[in-house]
């Protein structure tokens, strides 16, 4: 059986009245992400397409930013996350936030319902899933975005072969020990991904706690 990606938020969780559910990452890094990946984004306009929003906060939180881009998030099969996405939309009252789409990484034919996009976004994705996600995820960059598009790609990364830092070796193995398909990737594997793609990566900035945002660009 393949191994589900990503993390279930809503296990053990107790939404919100209306759904919403929270990540507790979410509070740490979505300002730090956001100073990554706003500048860009706040100069564009057309589509966004989140995978695997999870709760839906990030979503949530940038599209009041960004009036000029429609965002919409997307999940696999959790109706949980779904609930908690609507509801996170809902709080926002933004009209540019879409209803959350159904992506499955692990389709390596994956198709959202829109058009060609100018941006995509994966927070914490490529180490709580199987490697094949990540090789659909920025296979579906090359596939999606619209010349000039960018792919932005938050988590722990090793460099090299190496971790950045203890911690982040001690994460791995703990990702490893939970389910052998998960792990911290390295930047090195994803940026020969995004060569394949035709999006190359072209920035790779340090956030806070040890962790990238990686910046692909579709050529």
């Known amino acids: 059986m393949t191994p ?6 809503g296990s053990g969780a107790t939404p919100e009245a209306d759904g919403r559910l929270h990540a ?5 890094n979505h300002e730090p992400i956001w100073s990554a990946i706003g500048p860009w984004l706040a100069q564009q306009s057309g589509d966004v397409l989140e995978l695997a ?19 919409w998030p997307s999940d696999m ?13 809902d709080a926002a009252s933004a009209a540019n936030l879409r209803d959350p789409q159904r992506i499955d990484l692990m389709d390596a034919n994956w198709a959202m319902s829109g058009p ?37 790609v938050y988590g722990p990364f090793m460099k090299d072969g190496t971790h950045t830092a203890p911690s982040n070796e001690q994460f791995d193995a ?4 939970s389910n052998a398909e998960w792990g911290v990737r390295d930047i ?32």
């Open 53 to 71: 929003s999870g709760t839906g906060e990030h979503s949530a939180a940038y599209a009041p930013r960004t009036p000029r881009l429609t965002w």
């Open 24 to 28: 507790p990452a979410f509070t740490r």
């Open 174 to 177: 703990s990702l490893r020990a």
């Open 77 to 89: 099969d959790n109706p949980a996350h779904f609930a908690s996405i609507r509801a996170w939309r």
């Open 4 to 9: 589900r990606f990503t993390l279930d938020f």
């Open 116 to 152: 060609s996009l100018a941006a995509m976004l994966a927070i914490n994705v490529t180490h709580i899933s199987p490697w094949p996600a990540t090789e659909n995820l920025i296979a579906g960059a090359g596939r999606w975005l619209k010349p000039g598009g960018r792919l932005f």
């Open 188 to 219: 090195a594997a994803l940026a020969a991904l995004g060569e394949a793609a035709g999006a190359p990566l072209i920035e790779t900035a340090a956030m806070p706690a040890n962790n990238f945002t990686l910046t692909f660009e579709k050529a």
